[in-house]
């Protein structure tokens, strides 16, 4: 597609449910990113991955939160047991190779909500 | 984050010049960037320029580098009510990118 695509757009889900969200980055492009935003405040990173692999999943808040890409294009953040903390717009964004050579593209973002 | 640093509001007259600045930390940092956020949406690249470059004009949109001070600005030139909406200034350390808290620029007629 001409941009990153992520769905849904919106998503609101019970506390303690289990949420997807998916990312399509731009073709071609092998470095795709999460970052979460809360209100008020700039994106913060949550993980990198360079093809099918998580290069750095440093930002990772904690083990309920988990993130694959498992053909190299498509990516996919999983939170287990949702907490009302976990409420952000979550953004991806995707590179032709790496940020150090190439600039991040962001998609519009997919606002969750837990209640 | 915290170590980018911008001021949070700013309002302009439509037609006039704006100027929305930002500091940073790390002097190791190979690219400085620009985004736009309107309300709701994700963010849109506006430009972004290398650190051994001072200057990069493109269109109403003139980015000022000075490495020294690690200071950046974004000039809008001729500003639009369309311009109306939250800048953000990042820095990328290798493959993160470090972005401030975001200014936010109101437009008035």
């Known amino acids: 597609g001409a941009g990153v695509s992520q769905t849904p757009s919106n998503k609101v889900t019970e506390k303690g449910k289990y949420v997807e969200l998916r990312c399509d980055p731009i073709s071609g492009h092998t470095a795709l990113y999460w970052y979460r935003q809360s209100l008020g405040q700039g994106p913060e990173f949550l993980i990198y991955f360079q093809g099918t692999g998580a290069a750095d999943d440093s930002g990772l808040p904690n083990d309920r939160f988990f993130a694959v890409r498992p053909e190299g294009s498509v990516s996919t953040l999983k939170i287990q047991r949702t907490e009302r903390g976990d409420s952000a717009m979550y953004l991806c964004?995707?590179?032709?190779?790496?940020?150090?050579?190439?600039?991040?593209?962001f998609g519009n973002g997919t606002r969750l909500t837990v209640t | 984050g915290e170590d980018v640093e911008q001021s949070l509001f700013l309002s302009v007259r439509e037609g006039d010049s704006s100027v929305i600045n930002c500091t940073y930390t790390?002097?190791?940092?190979?690219?400085l960037y620009w985004y736009k956020q309107e309300p709701g949406a994700g963010l849109q690249l506006l430009t972004y320029i290398f650190s051994n470059m001072d200057m990069k004009q493109d269109q109403r949109l003139t980015v000022l580098l000075n490495k020294k001070d690690k200071h950046l600005s974004l000039r809008i030139a001729d500003t639009q009510t369309g311009d109306s909406a939250i800048y953000f200034c990042a820095e990328s350390n290798d493959y993160k990118l470090s972005f401030g808290a975001g200014t936010t620029v109101t437009v008035r007629a």
């Open positions: 964004a995707s590179s032709l190779t790496g940020p150090g050579d190439s600039p991040l593209h």
């Open positions: 790390d002097s190791s940092s190979t690219y």
